[in-house]
Every structure is written in structure tokens, then in C-alpha cells.
């Protein structure tokens, strides 16, 4: 079974960003869910800094958005569930 690869647009001196990905490292570590979690920094992206402007951080698998600004975990459990 491939692992899941997620990404987190994020900002550096965000601090709900920061949030997200503590909640997405935990999330992991309760449920013992695999997935991969790559941060990219939407500022160094002038295509995805104009889509998401201050929507971040967004959670997203491919294009897919499961969430922003805080993490669901409903929403994220069901989205890994569909790709298992």
C-alpha cells in the first residue's frame, strides 16, 4: 500500500501553520496512520501565493484540499480512507 503525500502550504511566520503541522504529527502518531507531509512555503510561489493569499496554511493531497486554516480530522481521516 503506497503512503499517502500530503502537503502544507505554509508561511514561516505563521503560527497556525506552525499549529497544523504539530495537529497532522499527532493525528499520525494516535491513529498510526502512515503519510508523507511536505511544507511549502507559499510565499516562494507566486502562483500559489495568488490562488491561497492568507487562506494558509492549507492542507492538500495532489490538488485536493481537505482543509485550511485548522486541521480536520474527520475530513482528513475520510480523504486517507478514499486513497487507501
Known amino acids: 500500500m503506497a503512503t499517502a ?7 514561516s511566520y505563521c503560527h497556525l501553520c506552525d499549529d497544523m503541522i504539530a495537529a497532522l504529527k499527532a493525528f499520525r ?9 511536505e511544507v511549502i512555503d507559499v510565499d516562494a510561489d507566486a502562483e500559489l501565493e495568488s490562488k491561497y493569499g492568507d487562506k494558509v496554511p492549507v492542507l ?25
Do not use: M, P
Open 60 to 84: 492538500l493531497q495532489g490538488e485536493n484540499e481537505i482543509c485550511h486554516y485548522f486541521l480536520d480530522e474527520t475530513k482528513l481521516a475520510e480523504q486517507l480512507l478514499k486513497t487507501a
Open 5 to 11: 503525500r500530503l502537503k502544507v502550504l505554509s508561511r
Open 29 to 37: 502518531g494516535r491513529n498510526q496512520v502512515e503519510f508523507d507531509i
